[in-house]
């Protein structure tokens, strides 16, 4: 069993900047981590994973819309996962999910992914 909680969510200023980050408790080896987020009326939508290739490399993949401007990256040593997100955007405004699927591999769809955090909200005022 896994357990993810992020942090690092709150109110920022368009064009500034937030790092989330995600602690998971529980065996993350071989896992795949993804940030997912959900915008008011919107469906939820995939952000960015980071695969498992060994325990010190992993494989970063971005939705299209958001390379350049997030940064994923994931510390199996510390069992974290953060989202460094730069040039923040009104849109950018919703609760962001931490995400782990079993399997290393790159998945993009929610019901791919077997645990879920509890989400942390970002607001992004203009």
């Known amino acids: 069993q896994v357990q993810l909680v992020e942090s690092g969510g709150g109110l920022v200023q368009a064009g500034g900047s937030l790092r989330l980050s995600c602690a998971a408790s529980?065996?993350?080896?071989?896992?795949?981590m993804g940030w997912f987020r959900q915008a008011p009326g919107k469906e939820r939508e995939f952000v960015a994973a980071?695969?498992?290739?060994?325990?010190?490399?992993?494989?970063?993949y971005y939705a299209d819309s958001l390379k350049g401007r997030f940064a994923i990256s994931r510390d199996n040593a510390k069992n974290t996962l953060s989202l460094q997100m730069n040039s923040l955007k009104p849109e950018d405004t919703a609760v962001y999910y931490c995400?782990?699927?079993?399997?290393?591999?790159?998945?993009?769809?929610?019901?791919?992914?077997?645990?879920w955090g509890q989400g942390t909200q970002v607001t992004v005022s203009s």
């Open positions: 980071a695969t498992w290739i060994t325990t010190t490399a992993y494989q970063r």
């Open positions: 995400a782990a699927r079993k399997g290393g591999q790159y998945k993009t769809k929610e019901y791919e992914y077997d645990y």
């Open positions: 529980g065996r993350t080896f071989n896992y795949a």
